[in-house]
């Protein structure tokens, strides 16, 4: 999924932390709780999506497709 630097970077920034500081989570667990969140949307505009939406969050995330989206051309 992710190389040690990702890791690295994600533990300082970006994973749920504890009252001691500490990471809480996985990756894949921020995975899922970021795909939720960006699905929430989708209670509001399309009827209640919000978990098959969230999932097509998740596998690109998981995959780290954004990434590649993210590259020049």
Request: no cysteine.
């Given at each position: 999924m992710v190389?040690?630097?990702a890791l690295?970077?994600?533990?300082k920034r970006y994973l749920k932390k504890g009252s001691k500081g500490n990471p809480v989570e996985t990756p894949?667990?921020?995975f899922h709780r970021?795909?939720?969140f960006i699905a929430q949307v989708e209670d509001s505009?399309?009827?209640?999506e919000?978990?098959?939406?969230a999932d097509v969050f998740y596998q690109i995330?998981?995959?780290l497709e954004f990434c590649?989206?993210?590259?020049?051309?």
């Open positions: 190389d040690d630097n690295i970077a994600l533990r894949d667990e921020m970021v795909a939720g505009y399309n009827g209640g919000r978990e098959k939406t995330l998981a995959r590649q989206i993210l590259q020049p051309l």
